[in-house]
């Protein structure tokens, strides 16, 4: 390790484990990660750096074990080595194929180094210890891994515009030599070949699909510039941008009109489809119909809403859902066009079976976008509830979302947290004891949402209880973000469920965010805990809940990647700075 290139700037140390965060200098990169160098119709330069290196130390099994990041979010494959990296999407022309070229590199090499497998991903129900099973393809052999620092994934899209990935694991780790290579720079450029020099189809592109390409895309400035407000794309009466599927009953479809007329009110052609058009209650019906309209109307779908309960409830008037991996309901299906298990069409369901659920929920909608609240504290004040668990993440994810309302919106959220099990959390812990936690930590902490360590004991996370939550949306929260366990009838930490609902009184609505396992359960023949908070008097504006047991850390890069949706400035090294 040359001394003039590497500054130790942290250690921390925490029972059996310590983390060093490494900087290095004169980086090839203005900023971390990954650098646009320039972007032209037959590809894209590119320069990664890596600005910091992260360097965990773990026991597996009693051996003394490391684990190298860079500060990012991402999580590795399970008994490869733990190397941290990132990724990116990268546009290409229709038509067009990818190829990699690496132009240039920095690196050092480390020696006599253990690379510690990556655990297992478990799901959120299984507290069983992580496991590390070493992946003996890899680690019996005397060669380097990855093969090559970048990797390009298959072609896929988004929205109509053709993308890779671009995945940089910035080391190669040969577990025989016991040598490490890391890469401070590395130059490389992304060819376009073929193709007819056009990104994307035009007709899908949509205003409202277009801060989500902005939002994803090394290269969105390759893409032509559409002037959504043209007279040819105003006038475009081939299809509509808002479908409303109901079932065939006169009262849904009394209230999918209502919808219908405030949608076009507001500049938005909307469609009323029942079931009976589609050609009845069948998953694969309802997505061929989905599918035809995305494919050849114009204006193309830009989302859907599915205006009723699922149909296991016993309600005849039920509209179905696919089954994904014959595992769990998903109408994401439905707006996943190309089968990337990613949406082409934004979707919703409001879960009613009768007038008055129809009444409450869609009369909840309207008076929230016609008559916006104005009380400063209903924005100023949102709710974070979460558990404590030692091994996962609830944690992290909940205070980094909490320190970046305080800390970049000026926001003063209130708190729900409790104590699950295992909890130890002490002043200067690690944040989890997860090994490949410290990037994801330093990554954060760059950005000033979170300190490197714990600074709270364990009653400062211990404040949380059903009156507590009931108080803080009464009082007004805009926002509700929960990160635990969680199941059909509500929360495990901190205890919140379908009865303490009862205590609800608000009457400026909330958006519940309930990122955990199972309170979306909507294909069970009861009320499930999602399904309540949105159909009572008061509580929830809307809900956005799992439809079965989820995966844990999985669950937490997902939440993390929904805020920078919602707000744009929540990751600003996403896709680039």
Not at 480 to 508: C, F, I, K, S
Request: charged share 15%; with cysteine; net charge negative.
């Amino acid at each position: 390790m040359k001394r003039a290139m590497i500054a130790l700037i942290v250690l921390v140390m925490v029972g059996f484990s310590a983390h060093q965060v490494v900087n290095f200098a004169d980086n090839w990169g203005r900023y971390p990660l990954f650098n646009v160098v320039s972007e032209r119709p037959d590809g894209v330069d590119i320069i990664f750096s890596m600005h910091q290196m992260v360097i965990e130390d773990v026991e597996v099994d009693g051996v003394p074990m490391k684990v190298f990041g860079v500060p990012s979010v991402f999580i590795a494959e399970p008994g490869k080595p733990n190397l941290t990296g990132a990724s990116r999407y990268v546009a290409l022309p229709q038509g067009a194929e990818a190829r990699l070229v690496i132009l240039d590199a920095r690196t050092e090499v480390y020696h006599n180094i253990d690379v510690a497998p990556a655990p297992n991903i478990p799901l959120e129900t299984d507290d069983k210890p992580l496991v590390y099973q070493k992946d003996m393809a890899i680690y019996s052999k005397d060669a380097y891994w990855p093969s090559l620092p970048i990797k390009l994934s298959e072609k896929g899209q988004i929205r109509g515009v053709d993308v890779v990935v671009v995945g940089v694991i910035p080391f190669q780790y040969n577990p025989v030599k016991k040598e490490l290579i890391v890469y401070k720079d590395i130059r490389f450029r992304i060819d376009f070949v073929g193709g007819n020099g056009h990104f994307g189809e035009d007709r899908l592109r949509n205003q409202y699909w277009e801060p989500i390409l902005q939002g994803h895309l090394l290269n969105y400035n390759s893409l032509p510039k559409i002037d959504f407000y043209s007279p040819e794309r105003v006038q475009a009466r081939a299809g509509w941008e808002y479908i409303i599927i109901v079932p065939d009953d006169a009262v849904f479809i009394a209230w999918a009109d209502t919808i219908k007329r405030w949608r076009q009110l507001q500049g938005i052609s909307t469609k009323i489809t029942t079931l009976t058009e589609i050609g009845g209650n069948n998953a694969t019906l309802i997505e061929n119909y989905l599918n035809n309209a995305y494919n050849t109307w114009n204006p193309a779908p830009v989302a859907f809403l599915l205006l009723s309960d699922h149909e296991s409830t016993g309600d005849v008037y039920g509209i179905t859902s696919p089954i994904w991996n014959n595992y769990c309901v998903s109408d994401n299906i439905y707006a996943d066009v190309n089968g990337d298990n990613l949406p082409d069409m934004h979707h919703g369901r409001i879960c009613a079976q009768n007038h008055q659920h129809l009444s409450t929920m869609i009369n909840k909608m309207l008076s929230y976008e016609r008559n916006p609240y104005t009380a400063a504290n209903f924005y100023n004040n949102p709710l974070v509830a979460c558990g404590w668990q030692d091994d996962r993440w609830f944690q992290l994810a909940a205070e980094v979302c909490r320190g970046y309302w305080i800390n970049v919106q000026g926001k003063n959220p209130a708190r729900q947290y409790s104590l699950g099990s295992p909890a130890n959390p002490t002043p200067g812990c690690l944040w989890s004891t997860r090994p490949g936690t410290a990037p994801v930590v330093a990554y954060w902490n760059s950005y000033g949402y979170i300190p490197l360590t714990n600074p709270y004991n364990s009653t400062w996370w211990n404040n949380g209880s059903a009156s507590g939550v009931n108080n803080a949306i009464n009082s007004g929260a805009f926002f509700v973000q929960h990160r635990d366990h969680g199941a059909t009838y509500g929360w495990g930490e901190p205890d919140y469920d379908t009865l303490d609902l009862d205590g609800l009184t608000n009457t400026m609505y909330t958006f519940v965010n309930s990122t955990n396992c199972a309170t979306g359960m909507y294909d069970q023949p009861y009320q499930v805990f999602a399904e309540k908070f949105h159909r009572i008097q008061y509580g929830a504006l809307g809900v956005n809940a799992a439809s079965d047991v989820s995966y844990s850390f999985v669950n937490d890069t997902y939440l993390w990647g929904m805020w920078d949706c919602l707000w744009p400035n929540f990751d600003p090294n996403y896709p680039d700075f």
